[in-house]
């Protein structure tokens, strides 16, 4: 039998350089699942701060019992990584790099 499962994911990208692309996609049981990929280009250094861009995806994924699911990501150019961005003062919280967030539906 299997049930269904809505993932929402998002994840903070910035470039440490040049304009860079990031692709980030699901696979199920190790095997990538079509039309998931999502592409970014993140803007260059700007004012001495890497640029930075949030991607974002709402998912639904059939499962069956032991099924598992990866989330994946490239750097198309080597000059992007997934960042935490840390708090700024008591303003503003931590920002993490990766938010995942599963809800099983049926």
Do not use: M
């Not at 910035?14 to 280009?41: E, H, R």
């Not at 991607?55 to 750097?75: G, M």
């Not at 961005?85 to 967030?101: C, R």
């Amino acid at each position: 039998a299997y049930e269904i499962y809505q993932c929402d994911w998002s994840s903070d990208v910035c470039s440490s350089d040049l304009p860079a692309d990031t692709a980030i996609w699901f696979a199920q049981n190790g095997n990538n699942i079509p039309t998931s990929s999502s592409y970014a280009t993140t803007p260059q250094i700007h004012g001495g701060q890497p640029g930075a861009s949030i991607i974002t995806v709402n998912i639904f994924l059939d499962c069956a019992a032991n099924d598992t699911f990866q989330l994946k990501w490239t750097s198309l150019t080597g000059k992007t990584a997934i960042t935490t961005v840390p708090p700024v003062d008591t303003t503003i919280p931590t920002s993490p790099g990766v938010i995942l967030t599963v809800n099983r539906i049926y």
